[in-house]
């Protein structure tokens, strides 16, 4: 640093003169300067009273500091930065100020907050430059800054701007901080901070986030009070909260009070009822809500309907979903890579995997990208179709696309192997696995586990469990159910018996999976007088048997011709709200079916349908192949047209049940038939009779 021969005095003298001489308020020479002003670089103080001179000229003033604030070896000081936003603030320059905020908070010179709350600054000046802190805070979603400059403000009896208060309540929404947004609200009402509509419906949503929903209510009343009236976002929040509490009416009385109000309703009002119905299976409702939306005007989005189509694949009506796709399309909507991986998972989940190619050419010429999850979901389908060598070439092709196998495609290929009884190549993945720097999880792990017991190597398991164990995964209840399936499944139930114990000892308790497992092992080595045991005792532990577990039991005494009992089962599920499936009335029909009792069996067939259940492709074929056996043939035919004309392929178990009871003479021309009814039209009907 320079020796300067003059003083302070001078210098300020020096400085101010040559600001009214040159006129620096437009000019760009402003930034050649004389040597005088070097000494505001490093003299803080200096700086602070030349700012004070020319404060009623804050253009002037803000270039000067950013000049100086600019130059190497600047010193920095809080009393120099409140000098200039005390100046800008007075002369209404906020974006400036602003600015400054910005240059005080990347300094780190937090202090400059102390200063303001212990009155360097006059009050409304303090209040308005603190305020700004809390803005630019917030925007950077530095919560505990927000809450440090909050609280200082209200102790020194200083009152946030309650746009400001909105934001800081929207970071601890986005940052799950629950208690601490409580806090915040309580604090506003306390020092009289008056909530806006944003704070309202901001606390709603953290109510409704947090299944709250009462709580959110109460908010609702209070707002109403508060005579601060409830907008389109209010009831939207709320219809969401109680639609994910599954307050399904609930949901649609505040679509009515919105009607009633003038209010404006639309795909974020709808969508997530429509959802909430989806998730529930209430796929009907669904439908007849987007159905409504579109009457109240309401567009239905991408999104309702990729709801739509998930809602249907998972009932296995890839047909009916595709409709939907199609419907989407019409209305000039583009379906995104979610809608297209949906759809490829309900062809997948039927065993359709030429129709999942298809898609999968389809998204790419509409010029989407296929995803890990899009290959992953058609692996599956492999996979289950017994085509591991054609899931393994979807991993290669995958990778040459650029997309990396993640946890789950492993996952799924050891699957498929140790299904496939593959158990070397299940390993062989797995290690590959590992080599890719990928971390089994627990569901890599369990799955793994899950295929060696199924090939009866329970030694190798317990292996992998150990091994698992000290990867820090610790047998959890599902790891403890894998072990219960496929030990009882091999025979051994005692010791599948004597590994609840073993749970309950290591502090976790058996569920419905773990009963139903057992159960089921009890009854398919026919023991079922164990197997009621084991459900009395499931029931007195309070454990809620699902559907599986009534469709296990009710398949056993069905399948032994113990219909009293079956149909027992079938009612008590029934009265405890457990609704039957497809599963379970195939099962009846078929026990029904195997002791000749084929108009009890076409009673159940007619409740399914009624009750909107649709038939798949076993329950014809189970009636099918009993027509078959009674020699209806009539009846045969307009069993495999209905299944047909409902979109339900057949399989090669459908074409035996057919096929089973002619002479080989014979079954040629049967298959000429089916083939006209398959692809045959009327103007040919004569024809195929002759060949009949």
């Given at each position: 640093?320079?020796?300067?021969?003059?003083?302070?005095?001078?210098?300020?003298?020096?400085?101010?003169?040559?600001?009214?001489?040159?006129?620096?308020?437009?000019?760009?020479?402003?930034?050649?300067?004389?040597?005088?002003?070097?000494?505001?670089?490093?003299?803080?103080?200096?700086?602070?009273?030349?700012?004070?001179?020319?404060?009623?000229?804050?253009?002037?003033?803000?270039?000067?500091?950013?000049?100086?604030?600019?130059?190497?070896?600047?010193?920095?000081?809080?009393?120099?930065?409140?000098?200039?936003?005390?100046?800008?603030?007075?002369?209404?320059?906020?974006?400036?100020?602003?600015?400054?905020?910005?240059?005080?908070?990347?300094?780190?010179?937090?202090?400059?907050?102390?200063?303001?709350?212990?009155?360097?600054?006059?009050?409304?000046?303090?209040?308005?430059?603190?305020?700004?802190?809390?803005?630019?805070?917030?925007?950077?979603a530095n919560v505990e800054l927000c809450l440090l400059v909050f609280e200082k403000m209200l102790r020194n009896e200083m009152l946030p701007d309650v746009k400001n208060c909105n934001r800081i309540l929207r970071n601890l929404r986005d940052r799950n901080l629950v208690a601490k947004a409580r806090e915040v609200y309580k604090m506003m009402g306390e020092f009289g901070i008056m909530p806006t509509i944003i704070t309202y419906n901001t606390m709603l949503d953290l109510f409704c986030r947090e299944g709250e929903v009462e709580q959110a209510l109460d908010l609702l009343s209070e707002m109403e009070r508060r005579?601060?009236?409830?907008?389109?976002?209010?009831?939207?929040?709320?219809?969401?909260?109680?639609?994910?509490?599954?307050?399904?009416?609930?949901?649609?009385?505040?679509?009515?009070?919105?009607?009633?109000?003038?209010?404006?309703?639309?795909?974020?009002?709808?969508?997530?009822?429509?959802?909430?119905?989806?998730?529930?299976?209430?796929?009907?409702?669904?439908?007849?809500?987007?159905?409504?939306?579109?009457?109240?005007?309401?567009?239905?989005?991408?999104?309702?309907?990729?709801?739509?189509?998930?809602?249907?694949?998972?009932?296995?009506?890839?047909?009916?979903?595709?409709?939907?796709?199609?419907?989407?399309?019409?209305?000039?909507?583009?379906?995104?890579?979610?809608?297209?991986?949906?759809?490829?998972?309900?062809?997948?989940?039927?065993?359709?995997?030429?129709?999942?190619?298809?898609?999968?050419?389809?998204?790419?010429?509409?010029?989407?990208?296929?995803?890990?999850?899009?290959?992953?979901?058609?692996?599956?389908?492999?996979?289950?179709?017994?085509?591991?060598?054609?899931?393994?070439?979807?991993?290669?092709?995958?990778?040459?696309?650029?997309?990396?196998?993640?946890?789950?495609?492993?996952?799924?290929?050891?699957?498929?192997?140790?299904?496939?009884?593959?158990?070397?190549?299940?390993?062989?993945?797995?290690?590959?696995?590992?080599?890719?720097?990928?971390?089994?999880?627990?569901?890599?792990?369990?799955?793994?586990?899950?295929?060696?017991?199924?090939?009866?190597?329970?030694?190798?398991?317990?292996?992998?469990?150990?091994?698992?164990?000290?990867?820090?995964?610790?047998?959890?209840?599902?790891?403890?159910?894998?072990?219960?399936?496929?030990?009882?499944?091999?025979?051994?139930?005692?010791?599948?018996?004597?590994?609840?114990?073993?749970?309950?000892?290591?502090?976790?308790?058996?569920?419905?999976?773990?009963?139903?497992?057992?159960?089921?092992?009890?009854?398919?080595?026919?023991?079922?007088?164990?197997?009621?045991?084991?459900?009395?005792?499931?029931?007195?532990?309070?454990?809620?048997?699902?559907?599986?577990?009534?469709?296990?039991?009710?398949?056993?005494?069905?399948?032994?011709?113990?219909?009293?009992?079956?149909?027992?089962?079938?009612?008590?599920?029934?009265?405890?709200?457990?609704?039957?499936?497809?599963?379970?009335?195939?099962?009846?029909?078929?026990?029904?079916?195997?002791?000749?009792?084929?108009?009890?069996?076409?009673?159940?067939?007619?409740?399914?349908?009624?009750?909107?259940?649709?038939?798949?492709?076993?329950?014809?074929?189970?009636?099918?192949?009993?027509?078959?056996?009674?020699?209806?043939?009539?009846?045969?035919?307009?069993?495999?047209?209905?299944?047909?004309?409902?979109?339900?392929?057949?399989?090669?178990?459908?074409?035996?049940?057919?096929?089973?009871?002619?002479?080989?003479?014979?079954?040629?021309?049967?298959?000429?038939?089916?083939?006209?009814?398959?692809?045959?039209?009327?103007?040919?009907?004569?024809?195929?009779?002759?060949?009949?």
């Open positions: 640093m320079r020796e300067n021969p003059f003083s302070d005095s001078d210098i300020q003298r020096l400085i101010l003169n040559k600001i009214e001489e040159r006129g620096w308020v437009t000019e760009e020479e402003f930034w050649v300067v004389p040597d005088c002003f070097h000494s505001l670089i490093y003299d803080s103080d200096l700086l602070v009273k030349i700012l004070s001179s020319i404060r009623c000229r804050p253009r002037v003033a803000l270039r000067l500091f950013r000049w100086a604030e600019g130059q190497k070896g600047f010193k920095y000081s809080e009393f120099s930065f409140c000098t200039i936003l005390d100046i800008l603030i007075q002369n209404g320059w906020v974006k400036s100020a602003y600015w400054v905020v910005e240059r005080v908070i990347s300094s780190n010179m937090h202090k400059v907050v102390d200063l303001l709350v212990d009155g360097y600054l006059n009050l409304k000046v303090s209040v308005e430059i603190l305020n700004i802190f809390l803005r630019i805070y917030t925007k950077n005579e601060c009236y409830p907008n389109d976002v209010t009831y939207n929040i709320l219809i969401n909260g109680l639609s994910k509490k599954g307050e399904f009416n609930h949901a649609r009385g505040l679509i009515g009070e919105m009607l009633n109000k003038g209010l404006k309703v639309s795909a974020h009002t709808y969508n997530p009822l429509i959802y909430g119905y989806c998730v529930k299976g209430m796929v009907v409702e669904a439908l007849s809500l987007g159905e409504e939306m579109e009457v109240r005007g309401a567009s239905p989005t991408v999104s309702t309907y990729n709801t739509f189509i998930y809602a249907l694949c998972r009932q296995g009506q890839a047909s009916e979903a595709r409709y939907w796709f199609s419907v989407m399309l019409k209305k000039n909507l583009v379906p995104d890579i979610m809608s297209y991986n949906t759809l490829i998972y309900g062809y997948c989940r039927l065993g359709d995997i030429n129709e999942a190619f298809s898609l999968l050419h389809d998204l790419r010429s509409r010029g989407l990208f296929p995803t890990v999850i899009t290959y992953n979901t058609i692996m599956d389908g492999l996979c289950k179709k017994g085509n591991l060598e054609d899931a393994k070439q979807m991993k290669e092709e995958m990778m040459r696309h650029g997309i990396s196998p993640d946890v789950f495609t492993y996952t799924i290929l050891v699957h498929g192997s140790c299904k496939a009884g593959n158990l070397p190549m299940a390993k062989e993945l797995f290690d590959e696995m590992l080599q890719r720097g990928l971390e089994p999880d627990c569901i890599a792990y369990t799955t793994r586990i899950a295929g060696v017991l199924s090939l009866g190597d329970i030694l190798n398991a317990c292996k992998l469990q150990e091994e698992m164990s000290t990867k820090g995964f610790p047998p959890n209840i599902i790891i403890y159910n894998v072990f219960v399936d496929g030990i009882a499944k091999l025979g051994n139930l005692e010791e599948a018996t004597e590994l609840l114990q073993k749970m309950v000892g290591d502090g976790l308790m058996p569920d419905h999976v773990t009963y139903t497992s057992i159960i089921h092992a009890y009854l398919a080595f026919g023991n079922l007088k164990k197997a009621r045991e084991l459900f009395d005792e499931m029931i007195s532990k309070d454990i809620v048997p699902t559907v599986v577990t009534y469709t296990v039991l009710i398949h056993a005494h069905a399948g032994k011709g113990r219909h009293e009992l079956a149909h027992m089962y079938f009612s008590e599920m029934q009265q405890k709200s457990i609704l039957p499936n497809v599963i379970t009335f195939n099962t009846l029909i078929n026990g029904l079916c195997k002791y000749r009792r084929i108009n009890e069996a076409y009673s159940f067939f007619a409740e399914m349908k009624a009750r909107g259940i649709i038939p798949n492709k076993y329950t014809y074929t189970i009636l099918i192949n009993e027509n078959c056996d009674l020699g209806n043939w009539q009846e045969v035919l307009r069993l495999f047209k209905e299944m047909l004309d409902n979109g339900i392929q057949p399989d090669s178990f459908t074409y035996s049940a057919m096929l089973k009871n002619l002479g080989r003479d014979y079954k040629s021309h049967a298959i000429e038939y089916l083939d006209f009814i398959l692809f045959g039209d009327e103007g040919d009907e004569g024809t195929a009779e002759a060949k009949s």
